[in-house]
């Protein structure tokens, strides 16, 4: 993403982080991460708390490869060493919720469906996976999770709309890492168009 969108993604963030800092039960369990991925993949915010997160600068070159496939591996071995697991001393943490937005498809395939089963293997309570504009291949996505949103245009108010629904998804987890069972999504607003 780039220009208009990912200055589209930045004020989605702005939405988000303001929405759910309006939630005292999301300030005091809350974390976010984010990984960028294109021709370079970057952890550009380590897991940080809502209360003390600033929302980084995504900058995001002109043109070159979605490295989908390495930007999952980074997922999982950031999830092994920021998420708490709970032991007979400490309290785990939630279970991660993982949103993946892309405007694309992965350009390195043969890595992506290789990490795509490790993704399926682990306990994230939810796998949300969204195409962001007309580019954006949903097919690709649903080898990655049953839980695909199509959005037909990456413009602000779309992006804006898609991250409110973030918050409100996020707002209803309550799950532990412990558990199993498959977290319930709120009905998603009318720009975002669930993939069956």
């Given at each position: 993403?780039?220009?208009e969108?990912i200055?589209?993604v930045?004020?989605g963030?702005?939405?988000?982080v303001?929405r759910?800092?309006?939630?005292?039960?999301?300030?005091?369990?809350?974390?976010i991460?984010i990984?960028?991925f294109?021709?370079?993949?970057?952890?550009?915010l380590?897991?940080?708390?809502?209360?003390?997160?600033q929302?980084?600068?995504?900058?995001?070159?002109e043109?070159?490869?979605?490295n989908m496939?390495?930007?999952?591996?980074m997922?999982?071995s950031?999830s092994d060493?920021?998420?708490?697991l709970?032991t007979?001393?400490v309290k785990?943490?939630?279970?991660p919720?993982?949103?993946?937005?892309t405007?694309?498809k992965p350009?390195?395939?043969?890595?992506?469906?290789?990490?795509?089963?490790?993704?399926k293997?682990?306990?994230?309570a939810?796998?949300v996976?969204?195409?962001a504009g007309?580019?954006a291949?949903d097919s690709?996505?649903?080898e990655?999770t049953?839980?695909?949103v199509?959005?037909d245009?990456?413009?602000?108010?779309?992006?804006?709309?898609?991250?409110?629904?973030v918050?409100?998804s996020?707002?209803?987890?309550n799950?532990?890492v412990?558990t199993?069972e498959?977290?319930a999504?709120?009905?998603?607003?009318?720009?975002?168009h669930?993939?069956?």
């Open positions: 993403m780039r220009g969108r200055e589209a930045k004020n963030l702005q939405s988000l303001s759910l800092r309006q939630d005292p039960f999301a300030l005091e369990s809350v974390h991460a990984i960028t294109d021709r370079e993949v970057k952890q550009v380590a897991l940080t708390s809502l209360e003390t997160l929302v980084p600068d995504i900058v995001c070159p043109s070159g490869p979605t496939g390495a930007a999952l591996e997922l999982l950031t060493a920021e998420v708490r709970t007979t001393d785990g943490d939630w279970r919720l993982v949103f993946l937005m405007d694309g350009s390195d395939l043969a890595v992506y469906r290789e990490v795509t089963q490790k993704v293997a682990r306990n994230f939810c796998v996976a969204c195409a007309a580019e291949h690709f996505l649903k990655l049953d839980t695909v199509h959005l245009t990456a413009d602000s108010a779309t992006l804006v709309s898609f991250f409110q629904w918050s409100a996020i707002g209803t987890s799950k532990s412990g199993v498959e977290m999504l709120p009905d998603p607003p009318k720009v975002v669930v993939v069956v």
